[in-house]
């Protein structure tokens, strides 16, 4: 017996031959020491709020917005009490106006043209190809037809189109990119951090994504003007001389009296959370890319399963995993589910008629559908069969063959005729 075999033997179940995984695939890791100490210290001082009239208060969002901007390579860096607030005031920090279009593709979460509709906006839904990623030929056409002067770039799950064409399109039909982040901290393309190549950009501090402080966001850019207006909206009263990585006070001085102040702010205590995990980054993502490719060949190698090819200059940190079932039906695909979830590995699939927890396309987005600028094929045929496995960073190689066997096993019994 091989040492995965005898882990497999340990991980089982006493249900015949079938295989059972014994983890929670929900499960977040555990918050470092450092994270746990910096929140005892700073309840303890009670001075949870971000900003202070007094001198002796420890400036812990300030620090990490200083410290974000470095890692991200921007010029200015803000912290807010949500990723989707983040989107929010990244596009009104940008000048979308009420009525105003906004490009998104069709393969995202629903916080994303939420966005949109929170700043009055009107989302255009692009097409995505078979990476899960936007279809380049739709954006250029959209671009076009709908006259859309913003793109919300969505990294879904991790996913990064080739961004040297993203940006050539916008660029020739002058559209101002604002990148989701959410899945991509620390991931690049050809050597360039995702979030730096549009006007602004976001991420996501919720408990699934790469660092984790319940909810927070972070928004980082080079503009100092989109930098002035999102610091003022997110609520910094005129207190926002305290903000480290920020434009000069004299911008602040052409839009404080024209900008409202939309509460969003982010705690001291949320940012001295993330403060000790963001030196923890890039080993965290190495672990995972680990995970992923663990995974990977095994699941691949499944009958009617696929994994979406990627390409060498994507360079991922998948928090998440992704594949395709091809050429079976509904029920055939919800057999699938239910029996993994019975073995303990469970799958979220995209395609069911109506939305579920954190999962959701984009016709489950109704108040979307009279703003859209034709169908799109491709997102409907690829949602369809879209399954989604959630990767704790805690998974260990065994774990990793479990699942894929539970998945395997969960196939066969998906395939077998009605009895």
């Not at 033997?9 to 983890?23: H, L």
């Not at 101002?176 to 950009?201: K, N, P, R, Y």
Request: charge should be negative; aromatic fraction near 8%.
């Amino acid at each position: 017996m091989t040492d995965i075999q005898a882990t497999q033997a340990k991980r089982t179940q006493d249900q015949g031959s079938r295989a059972v995984f014994q983890g929670d695939l929900s499960a977040p890791d555990p918050l470092p020491e450092a994270a746990i100490e910096a929140a005892t210290r700073l309840m303890r001082d009670g001075r949870l709020f971000r900003y202070g009239e007094d001198r002796n208060s420890i400036p812990e969002a300030a620090l990490l917005e200083e410290e974000f901007a470095a890692y991200t390579g921007r010029a200015f860096c803000l912290g807010v009490n949500s990723g989707g607030c983040a989107l929010f005031l990244a596009l009104k920090a940008v000048g979308v106006e009420p009525g105003d279009k906004v490009l998104v593709n069709a393969f995202t979460l629903a916080p994303v043209p939420g966005a949109i509709a929170h700043a009055g906006a009107e989302g255009v839904l692009v097409d995505i190809d078979d990476r899960f990623v936007v279809d380049l030929e739709d954006l250029d056409r959209k671009a076009q037809s709908s006259g859309a002067k913003f793109f919300m770039l969505s990294y879904m799950r991790g996913h990064i189109p080739d961004m040297d064409e993203v940006m050539a399109i916008c660029r020739r039909h002058g559209v101002t990119v604002i990148e989701d982040c959410a899945h991509t901290m620390g991931a690049d393309w050809a050597g360039d951090l995702t979030g730096s190549f549009g006007q602004v950009a976001c991420f996501s501090t919720q408990t699934f994504k790469h660092i984790n402080s319940g909810e927070g966001g972070l928004l980082v850019t080079d503009d100092p003007d989109t930098a002035a207006r999102a610091i003022l909206m997110s609520g910094s009263y005129m207190l926002y001389a305290q903000h480290r990585a920020r434009p000069p006070v004299e911008v602040f001085e052409r839009h404080r009296y024209h900008t409202p102040n939309c509460s969003m702010r982010m705690s001291g205590l949320t940012a001295a959370i993330l403060r000790a995990q963001l030196p923890h980054l890039k080993e965290r993502n190495d672990t995972w890319r680990h995970i992923y490719r663990r995974l990977e060949g095994q699941i691949d190698a499944i009958p009617h399963l696929r994994m979406p090819k990627r390409p060498q200059a994507e360079g991922f940190v998948p928090s998440s995993l992704q594949f395709s079932v091809e050429g079976l039906g509904d029920e055939q695909i919800q057999a699938f589910v239910q029996a993994a979830a019975q073995a303990g590995v469970h799958v979220k699939w995209f395609g069911q008629a109506e939305a579920v927890g954190f999962t959701s396309r984009h016709d489950h987005w109704r108040y979307m559908a009279e703003q859209q600028d034709g169908p799109l094929p491709r997102a409907d045929r690829l949602l369809h069969g879209l399954c989604d496995l959630r990767l704790p960073v805690w998974l260990k190689d065994e774990d990793c063959d479990v699942i894929a066997l539970v998945l395997a096993q969960a196939m066969e019994l998906a395939r077998q005729p009605a009895a």
